[in-house]
């Protein structure tokens, strides 16, 4: 069995461990037949609590954590740079920011907000990726302007949460970094245009590939590099949207978890990207149960364990950024 094999095994039972001791233990713990016996009887109390409140913040998280990552590795084939992620260089924030600004201004518009979601990240991508674009992509370059995108979004977004719009400010909790109070309503949204983003990851990998290499090269491989880069930012665009919009804002995911992938499992985006889908499912899993467990009944939000781990990790990469991505 070769290394990518294990690697692949190893984190889906890691994610099945996590997944199960996320589910049994909290404010409530039950055992393994109990919560089993009672999802199928619908007789146990504590396991109803745990089936509305409990279970739809774990798919949540599972869902969020890998479209972020898959995020992360499209937007970084796009760019040929390994610091890209959605949310450093303020795609997350477009996404937020247009979620709250929809609620604000057009209520009636609620169903509509991942569309909105999207196009918000859409506008930030462009923004970043236009500004940055000078004789190529220089990663530094791109992490300032990128930053500087991310804290303008957020703070409209800010702006617009402290109106006292009573519409606005349950809205803002919704894009926030915390995974607390998610209804069933929320996962079936995440599951279906998150699954529909995953999917067409999975069919774009060929282009990925080809985008790792240096425009010329691809486009002599008979690559219309151009629509490439274009279909694969828009499925990374959808991925990070639904991700903020239902999840709230998590930096770093996109960045961490493809930099493990490649080093555990290669640099072909078509073992890259499911194993960085499961990854991701992992980190962010493992993060929220760490901060839901850790100091209970008080919460450490998982974007605070992200921050922590990620900050650091961004700095050791910046200190790389002298290798560009594909080179």
């Not at 069933?184 to 774009?204: D, K, P, R």
């Amino acid at each position: 069995m070769n290394r990518k094999s294990i690697s692949f095994i190893v984190v889906a039972l890691l994610l099945v461990i996590v997944f199960v001791q996320s589910a049994l233990t909290g404010s409530i713990s039950v055992t393994p037949f109990e919560l089993i016996h009672g999802l199928l009887t619908g007789t146990n109390d504590d396991v109803a609590i745990i089936k509305d409140l409990r279970l739809p913040r774990i798919l949540i998280a599972i869902v969020a954590g890998a479209a972020l990552s898959v995020a992360g590795v499209l937007l970084q084939a796009v760019m040929r740079n390994p610091l890209a992620d959605p949310g450093i260089i303020g795609v997350s924030a477009g996404a937020s920011f247009m979620s709250v600004l929809v609620i604000a201004m057009f209520p009636a518009l609620f169903f509509f907000v991942p569309l909105f979601a999207f196009i918000g990240g859409a506008l930030a991508f462009f923004l970043v990726y236009s500004l940055s674009w000078k004789s190529g992509l220089d990663p530094l370059r791109m992490i300032l302007i990128g930053i500087a995108v991310n804290a303008l979004f957020t703070g409209l977004g800010q702006a617009i949460g402290l109106s006292g719009n009573g519409i606005t400010q349950s809205m803002s909790q919704v894009t926030t970094s915390t995974l607390t109070m998610k209804k069933w309503s929320e996962v079936e949204v995440i599951a279906l245009y998150g699954t529909i983003g995953l999917l067409l990851s999975f069919f774009v990998y060929r282009w990925c590939n080809y985008l790792s290499l240096e425009d010329r090269t691809a486009k002599s491989l008979g690559v219309n590099v151009n629509m490439a880069r274009f279909v694969v930012s828009i499925i990374a665009v959808l991925l990070a949207s639904i991700a903020t919009t239902v999840a709230g804002m998590f930096a770093f995911v996109g960045l961490l978890v493809p930099h493990i992938g490649r080093t555990l499992v290669g640099n072909d985006h078509k073992v890259l990207i499911p194993f960085s889908a499961l990854a991701g499912a992992l980190l962010i899993l493992l993060a929220d149960t760490l901060g839901r467990t850790l100091i209970a009944p008080n919460e450490i939000p998982a974007s605070i364990i992200m921050a922590v781990i990620g900050g650091p990790f961004l700095i050791f990469l910046l200190r790389k950024s002298d290798r560009i991505y594909g080179h």
